[in-house]
């Protein structure tokens, strides 16, 4: 559909643009802590021709977007208004056929060979040495690598999905995801949101966070004198943006063209590189300085050799056992609880309810439908941890940003979140980005044993944990940050079976669909709802809490690798699902009846 065939409601773009001077003025008033005059607001447009540039670059194409939407004046929703802007969206294309099991092995492989790539080519002109993880505490999952092209990782597809399902499922946007035209329009919509989410999650980490080096903008103040610094950020979030959107095409073409999904084969990757590095490393951990007793190897198989090996038997009994045991990085436990979550996602994996089908034509072709415990997959976590990243990471920005900390009500609040002072930093040794305060700090990770249940259980011996907070600070903080894994896991988990087409109605007009029965019952979608509702919501419910519980959990005990116990249980899960994946894949290839089904 062209723009000219959209009807559009006539004097919506008088009105946007009436709006979009208004918002200008106030913008700048706001900006300068004043309200301007005629003739200030002239001077300043005039004089700050950058400032202007970069107002225009931004939210021109915001209006444009807003008149799309709010100027639509057709049938269904508001959303079919920005067909003219989606239709133009780089995408993958669907194959037309069926693709074969050993081509969509291949592209995998190389999907995953390019992202392992990216995430070791670091963004041009930025000083490495002065570059501040925002994503930290999350980086296993946010599958990307600190100062790469990979920085924002999938942060800003999992932000946008989040929203759209939010949106969604909350009924704000009335979109039915079992009408091809509605689900079309929602893919194209998270596309674009994701694209806008890329560039808010960029930008402002380019201002402190990832500052460009001196030589790179004293280049370009030779090429554009006055204009180096702006044209230094310029580049590092195009360079951003283009690290970003690729992931998203390699999500799109994995989905499309290979097994499984891109995001979680992304995710599996940089936490399984991250587990078998903190398992088996020898570098020590301060690489500055060379191997002792104080300064271990910081893999947790050699660090406890080296311990072992080293330490008198006094040694041993004072601190040494407790240091293998408990003791940053990687120490014993950490490597237990992994295999243990192991163990349980692997259990819990396997364990699901299978209901009887039979063919209705093909007379004794039986088969069954499995409904698993895990229903809602490790989407509902993902999408979690993603909240939880944000919160973190716009918290921190709220804080210390040079211009977002002037904000009213948000900047510097530290109800919102408050961090250390570099005299804190210094002097306690905790980063920068841990949050002491505030939502973030009670929604912040909960990083293994020793952070947590020792200091709780022996205050004096561990009275340092206690520099910047109280005993019941910290108790609060675990019951808020699993209440909230968990809260949050299954609200998520509801969303995502009616988004993604998992719910009974969805399940039974499938089944419907490829000449398949429940044994001794009518042959009717609505029979089918009927029986598939007596399991699938109560399923999602314990799927969602389940996953949300064993993410807190493997982050109470520690994992190895500081990968997070979110990182583990998706890893875990996503490897179980990728093998289960390949072996439908194969089941495709020999029974063209069978791809019919999961088509």
Known sequence: MSEGEIPRKKGTALWILIFWILFTYLYFSITKWKLLGVDEFYKLMTSHWIDLLIYILWSVPLFYLIYLVASYNGEGSKLYGLKPVIMYLPTVKKPKGHVHFRQKITWTLLTLILYFALTNIFIYGVDQAKVVDLFESFRAIMAGASGSLMHLGIGPIVTASIIMQLFVGAKIVNLDLTKDDDKAIYQGTQKLLVIIMIFVEAIPQVFGYLQPSNKFISGLDSFAPGYGLFLARLIIVLQLFFGSYIVFLMDELVSKWGIGSGIS????????????????????????????????PSGCIPKTIYILTHSSSAQLYGSGMERILFGQP?????????????????????????????????????????????YSSNIPVILTSALLANISMWSMLFWSNPALKKIPLLGHNPLLGEYPSPQMVQELGIKSTTPIGGLAYYLNRVN?????????????RYSYVFAYQTYWQLL?????YVAFMIGMSILFAIFWIETANMNAKAIA?????????????????????????????????????????????????????????????????????FYEAMGREQLMEMHPVIRQFFE
């Open 265 to 296: 084969l992304f995710i599996a990757a940089g936490v399984s590189q991250a587990i078998f590095t903190g398992t088996i490393n020898w570098v020590p951990a301060t690489q500055s300085q060379p191997l002792s007793l104080s300064n271990p």
């Open 330 to 374: 990687n120490p014993v436990i950490a490597l237990i609880g992994t295999i243990v979550i192991f163990f349980i996602v692997a259990y819990a994996e396997s364990t699901k309810i299978e209901l009887p089908l039979a063919h209705e034509r093909a007379r004794g072709a039986r088969g069954r439908y499995p409904i698993k415990l895990m």
């Open 448 to 460: 293994g044993l020793g952070s947590w249940l020792l200091p709780l259980i022996n205050p004096q």
């Open 476 to 480: 609060l903080h675990v019951i808020v």
């Open 509 to 577: 007009q499938q089944i419907q669909k490829s000449g398949m029965q429940i044994p001794g019952f009518r042959r009717s979608p609505a029979v089918l709802e009927k029986i598939l509702n007596k399991y699938i919501p109560a399923v999602t419910v314990f799927s969602g809490a389940a996953v949300g519980a064993l993410a807190a959990f493997a982050n109470l005990i520690g994992t190895v690798g500081n990968t997070s116990g979110t990182g583990v249980l998706l890893t875990v899960g996503i490897l179980i699902q």
